[in-house]
């Protein structure tokens, strides 16, 4: 009888996965300083969460942001910037080259000048949306 027994050529296999903790750490700080006037809806180690106020406009809840680690990177979500071309428009090239789609920025690492440019387009999104009484 032949062993048609599989062997794992995953080449990930048995390796840890990256520590994103400090680029996590200094995401969830851009954050952390919209917590007081948005819901905490996840704090954990390798997620955070915030949502804004609910909207009649869509009957639901509106996400505002998150940071969540993921296997091969840290990722942003900011939801103003999906939905505002003024916002996209202020998306400097440094956090270009980070985007993933219309709403997503991926980090293994990040810059101070990316931190900064992140922290101002979050801060416009979150003014625009409180004009919009959404926070």
């Given at each position: 009888?032949?062993?048609?027994?599989?062997?794992?050529?995953?080449?990930?296999?048995?390796?840890?996965?990256?520590?994103?903790?400090?680029?996590f750490?200094?995401?969830?700080?851009?954050?952390?300083?919209?917590?007081?006037?948005?819901?905490?809806?996840?704090?954990?180690?390798?997620?955070?969460?915030?949502?804004?106020?609910?909207?009649?406009k869509?009957?639901?809840?509106?996400?505002?942001a998150?940071?969540?680690?993921?296997?091969?990177?840290?990722?942003?979500?900011?939801?103003?910037?999906?939905?505002?071309?003024?916002?996209?428009?202020?998306i400097?090239?440094g956090?270009?080259?980070?985007?993933?789609?219309k709403?997503?920025?991926?980090?293994?690492t990040?810059?101070?000048?990316?931190i900064?440019?992140?922290?101002?387009?979050?801060?416009?999104?979150f003014?625009?949306?409180?004009?919009?009484?959404?926070?």
């Open positions: 009888m032949v062993n048609k027994t599989k062997t794992s050529t995953n080449k990930t296999a048995g390796r840890k996965p990256a520590d994103f903790s400090e680029t750490d200094k995401l969830r700080a851009i954050l952390k300083k919209h917590e007081p006037k948005l819901t905490l809806k996840l704090d954990k180690p390798d997620n955070y969460s915030l949502d804004a106020a609910y909207s009649e869509w009957k639901k809840v509106l996400f505002f998150s940071v969540q680690v993921r296997k091969n990177y840290v990722s942003y979500y900011l939801m103003p910037i999906y939905m505002d071309v003024e916002l996209q428009a202020a400097t090239d956090l270009k080259k980070r985007m993933q789609g709403a997503c920025f991926n980090f293994t990040i810059e101070p000048s990316q900064r440019d992140l922290a101002q387009l979050t801060r416009k999104g003014d625009k949306w409180k004009k919009l009484g959404w926070i």
